[in-house]
């Protein structure tokens, strides 16, 4: 079985316990999700339908209907889009052929390539920490990740972290070389989708397999969650009560807000302790971050999202209640 996977690069964590962190990521290829609705707003119906067959952002589908995928040769050659998963290019079956499918051998001398020292561990003893992301990177993919952490050249590897949505079981046999492998730090980076995704809340809140992931008991589990307005704040609430049900206690709250954080910066602290409170948790260390999707709504959109976003007004409501 070869591994499908449409980059890998070498950079530093941007969030999360390792911000700053020298890595290399390993962008797999496909996911069970099609998160269309980031950066859009809410209330346009065509954005929130989920139905059979329409299961493309509109951005996406006017560039398979511009038969981009057919005429762009390189996958660093496609055009960034602004709304939606941002890596449509690991998703989508259309964009299948920009993704390189190898065997392990090949993937890890291609990793290996892009360390700055050739080995994992750098001469000032620093180690460079290995993310493997998607698309999903939890999905089939696990078949060969043991094979891929026992070859020979990743075995001064220290530091794994799984980017994930946090909706796959461990495979057993891959739990059990986790539970084996200590002389790894394993994290389990775990992004949920919120309703703003478009997926529902059955298929993307699953505190049963963030709890898999925590029952390693091996590693480490954080939370992150993408936050756009106060709707999407009693979410994380709800979800973190929801991930608190079965012992789960969430250590990281990374919201990401569009714009307004830029200006309102002390709310955005009380704003972690509002969904800890709410949540019925203790507050856990935690980190947060500004970012914004890549390029820009068009005028019309962007004028409608501005409603949307979480006012002074809003903030000031739930300091109240802090
Ligand atoms: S879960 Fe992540 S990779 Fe999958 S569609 Fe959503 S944003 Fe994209």
């Given at each position: 079985?070869?591994?499908?996977?449409?980059?890998?690069?070498?950079?530093?964590?941007?969030?999360?316990?390792?911000?700053?962190?020298?890595?290399?990521?390993?962008?797999t290829f496909?996911?069970n999700?099609?998160?269309?609705?980031?950066?859009?707003?809410?209330?346009k119906?065509?954005?929130?339908?989920?139905?059979?067959?329409n299961?493309?952002?509109?951005?996406?589908?006017?560039?398979?209907d511009a038969?981009?995928?057919k005429?762009t040769?390189?996958f660093e050659?496609?055009?960034?889009?602004h709304?939606?998963?941002?890596?449509?290019?690991?998703?989508?079956?259309?964009?299948?052929?920009?993704?390189?499918?190898q065997?392990?051998?090949?993937?890890?001398?291609?990793?290996?390539?892009?360390?700055?020292?050739?080995?994992w561990?750098m001469?000032?003893?620093q180690?460079?920490?290995?993310?493997?992301?998607?698309?999903?990177p939890?999905?089939?993919w696990?078949?060969?990740?043991?094979?891929?952490?026992e070859?020979?050249?990743?075995?001064?590897?220290?530091?794994?972290?799984?980017?994930?949505?946090?909706?796959?079981?461990?495979?057993?046999?891959?739990?059990?070389?986790?539970?084996?492998?200590?002389?790894?730090?394993?994290?389990?980076?775990?992004?949920?989708?919120?309703?703003?995704?478009?997926?529902?809340?059955?298929?993307?809140?699953?505190?049963?397999?963030?709890?898999?992931?925590?029952?390693?008991?091996?590693?480490?589990?954080?939370?992150?969650?993408?936050?756009?307005?106060s709707a999407?704040v009693?979410?994380?609430c709800?979800?973190?009560?929801?991930?608190?049900?079965?012992?789960?206690?969430v250590?990281?709250?990374?919201?990401?807000l569009?714009?307004?954080?830029k200006v309102?910066?002390?709310?955005?602290k009380?704003?972690?302790?509002y969904?800890?409170?709410?949540?019925?948790?203790?507050?856990?260390?935690?980190?947060?971050?500004?970012?914004?999707?890549?390029?820009?709504?068009?005028?019309?959109?962007?004028?409608?999202?501005q409603?949307k976003?979480?006012?002074e007004?809003?903030?000031?409501?739930?300091?109240?209640?802090?």
């Amino acid at each position: 079985m070869k591994l499908r996977y449409s980059e890998a690069f070498y950079s530093v964590q941007g969030e999360g316990k390792f911000v700053g962190v020298p890595s290399v990521f390993l962008r797999t290829f496909g996911c069970n999700f099609r998160c269309m609705n980031f950066g859009l707003p809410k209330d346009k119906d065509r954005w929130t339908q989920h139905a059979e067959g329409n299961r493309y952002n509109p951005e996406v589908k006017a560039l398979i209907d511009a038969d981009v995928h057919k005429t762009t040769e390189r996958f660093e050659d496609l055009p960034i889009i602004h709304t939606g998963c941002d890596t449509y290019a690991s998703i989508y079956p259309e964009f299948k052929d920009f993704n390189k499918l190898q065997e392990i051998d090949e993937v890890v001398d291609y990793l290996i390539s892009l360390l700055p020292e050739g080995k994992w561990t750098m001469a000032n003893g620093q180690d460079v920490h290995f993310i493997l992301t998607g698309g999903e990177p939890l999905l089939a993919w696990q078949r060969l990740y043991v094979e891929l952490f026992e070859h020979p050249k990743m075995k001064d590897l220290k530091n794994v972290t799984f980017e994930t949505n946090s909706t796959q079981f461990l495979h057993d046999d891959f739990r059990d070389y986790i539970r084996k492998r200590t002389d790894i730090e394993w994290t389990f980076s775990c992004s949920p989708k919120l309703s703003v995704s478009g997926e529902s809340w059955e298929d993307a809140i699953k505190p049963s397999v963030v709890k898999d992931y925590y029952d390693v008991g091996n590693g480490s589990v954080y939370l992150k969650f993408v936050v756009a307005d106060s709707a999407d704040v009693d979410e994380v609430c709800r979800a973190v009560e929801a991930y608190r049900s079965v012992g789960i206690s969430v250590q990281y709250i990374l919201c990401r807000l569009e714009d307004v954080v830029k200006v309102i910066i002390s709310p955005f602290k009380k704003l972690r302790n509002y969904v800890w409170n709410k949540g019925g948790d203790s507050h856990q260390d935690c980190t947060y971050h500004y970012s914004g999707m890549p390029g820009g709504l068009s005028e019309e959109d962007y004028k409608i999202l501005q409603g949307k976003q979480i006012t002074e007004e809003q903030y000031e409501t739930i300091r109240k209640q802090l």
